[in-house]
């Protein structure tokens, strides 16, 4: 009896030294789920024969959720994060690519802008030390043109011999190139005094010409009237273009055909034709043609019944029938620059400019060989094969347009300011080119296109979506 309390006493302080160092442990399993171990030290055994505990078991159970967790985000389940990464990764992509192409617009458009202020400040500089050597020189003689006549110094007229009208010997005096005595030479580059000026001014004067004068020769360019709105395009696709007309038309088309290309866009292609300008005012083409290669932009022109341009990001140019609405002939330009190469200052790829005047077809470009200088080259009208080339002195980049009136070539010396000049002339009877200042408007600010228009002897352009034309005054024919 005494041996069995003994025992059970035994048992006790046991069971309570064991409860004394029980413990609770609380950890997730493999699978992520919540799970409960109760655990007592072994009366017996003082060590277990492999390595663990609970402190194992639940540093197990918490690696393997993160395992669960490293899984769905690396691509184990499609419906994670990693999924929705991939959904929107071609967004982002699509977002970075706009990103890129505009960030390199900008910077083409600033490398430009900074090309032009440099330009300008050249100028500056220029005008700057040309003002110190005009103060500097001294102001030469100045000789009457006209002997006073005290006889007619009351009356306020000074009449030379013979009856004639005050100006006459003015109106009739020839404006020869060379002739030293023409009184309607541009003064603006004749560096002498302001006062020698204002009396030349005053002594050049002529009225302006009437209907008995004949000024439809073949003379050197005089003036540029104010431009003539005919039409504003319809949408984005107008803001740059060309629109033309047949000096020479050919059947079916009349000679008030007037035909036009919107040249926004990547694949141009339609040519619109209206009846007369009236119509193109208003807005009702009365053919659309589909031009079987798509076109360059703004250098196209018509000429003898056919459609003449630049096949796009290539230096051939094409023919088109307007008749048969077919290509007629194609030709490589040689050796011309194209998409960008050798551009008009306001870019636009106006690499090759198609023009048409009293001489035939030219084409207005550049090459390597001329190092970016304008190259006018004449073409044969139907076989498109370079007849004669002229090379210039001036890079074709710092011109905004040209245009070809009487085998000269003039230059427009801004797109964008609302008023600048015509500022050299190339003449490819003497090969001979020189600066000149005839003013010219950018009514709005944007010209892409400006054409000598044989058909009405008006320069046609196209200012920032508006079809606008300019009349012209030629000064008298040089005699042979």
Known sequence: MFFLLLLCVCGLLVRGDAQDRAALWRGNDRSGRCQYTFTVPSPVEASCPQTGGPEMEGLKARLSMLEVLVSRLTGGDAGGPQGAGARAQPE???????????????????????????????????????????????????????????????????????????????????????????????SAWQYRSPDFQELKAEVTEVPAPDGSEDNTGCGELVSVGAPITHRKADNIEGKYGVWMQDPESVSPYGPNMVWRIDTIGSDVRNLFGYEDMNQLSKGFPSKVLLLPEPVESTGATVYRGSLYFQRRRSRTLIRYDLASES?????????????????????????????????????????????????????????LEVKKSWETNIRKNTVANTFIICGKLYAVASYTAPDTIINYTYDTETSQGKAVAIPFRNKYRYNSMIDYNLAQRKLFAWDNFHMVSYDIRLGRQQAN
């Open 327 to 383: 290509i007629a002939a194609r030709r490589d330009l040689p050796h011309a620059g194209f998409h960008g190469q050798y551009p008009y200052s306001w870019g636009g790829y106006t690499d090759i400019d198609l023009a048409v005047d009293e001489q035939g077809l030219w084409a207005v470009y550049s090459t390597n060989k001329a190092k970016g200088a304008i190259v006018m080259s004449q073409l044969d009208p139907h076989s």
């Open 92 to 186: 982002l992509q699509e977002a970075l690519t706009r990103a890129v192409g505009e960030r390199n617009l900008l910077q083409g458009e600033k490398e430009r802008l900074e090309r032009e202020l440099e330009g300008l400040q050249r100028r500056m500089e220029e005008m700057r030390r040309e003002t110190e050597k005009l103060k500097n020189k001294p102001c030469p003689p100045q000789t009457p043109v006209v002997p006073p006549n005290p006889s007619l110094q009351g009356s306020g007229l000074m009449r030379p011999a013979g009856g004639s009208s005050p100006m006459s010997h003015l109106m009739n005096r020839p404006n020869r190139q060379g002739d030293s005595s023409s009184s309607l030479r541009d």
